[in-house]
């Protein structure tokens, strides 16, 4: 299905009557420019679809998952979630937000059987930073940050792993 992530209304009717037992949260945009050159409508578009709908969507799955006493939600984060780089202010500012809210919810939820994990890549190979790099064969593959999510997901019940940085093996060769 297609759904517009800046649109609440849109993630809720989506999302209604869906009962998930894993949520991972994986949208993200980017503008790259100096905040000074930055318009207010490019800096709600990276807060709606990188952090406000991740609190949407959680927030309509959340319950049933608390209610079965089971549940996994993964956030795609960013290695940029613990550093910062010119022209990300933006950017930056959301992915410390997934950080915050991510290890925030999975202390406020672990207890009914519900666990959080923000997995943080580095340079991945997408439409997104086409412009920024041409030559993106350093960088890791969708598929690879959808293996760890994968791995994450497939640990024993009983034990959480939180917070996964995942880098490309040889960058810039």
Do not use: C
């Not at 009557?17 to 949260?25: S, Y």
């Not at 100096?34 to 319950?63: F, S």
């Not at 190979?125 to 940050?145: E, F, R």
Request: overall charge negative; glycine content about 6%; hydrophobic content about 45%.
């Amino acid at each position: 299905m297609v759904v517009d992530l800046s649109k609440p209304a849109a993630i809720d009717r989506a999302l209604d009557g869906i009962e998930a037992d894993v949520l991972v949260n994986n949208a993200g945009v980017i503008t790259k420019k100096p905040l000074t050159k930055m318009t207010p409508d490019e800096w709600h578009e990276m807060m709606d679809v990188n952090v406000n709908a991740i609190y949407h969507a959680t927030r309509k799955l959340l319950p049933g998952m608390i209610e079965r006493r089971r549940g996994h939600i993964v956030n795609i984060a960013s290695i940029a979630g613990r550093s910062a780089f010119p022209g990300g202010t933006g950017y930056v500012a959301t992915k410390h937000a997934v950080l915050g809210f991510s290890e925030s919810l999975m202390l406020e939820v672990r207890e009914f059987g519900v666990k959080v994990s923000v997995v943080m890549p580095g340079s991945v190979a997408t439409d997104m930073i086409v412009g920024d790099n041409p030559d993106q064969s350093w960088m890791l593959k969708p598929d690879d940050v959808a293996a760890v999510v994968a791995d994450i997901l497939a640990s024993p019940s009983h034990a959480l792993t939180y917070q996964v940085e995942v880098r490309a093996s040889n960058p810039r060769k």
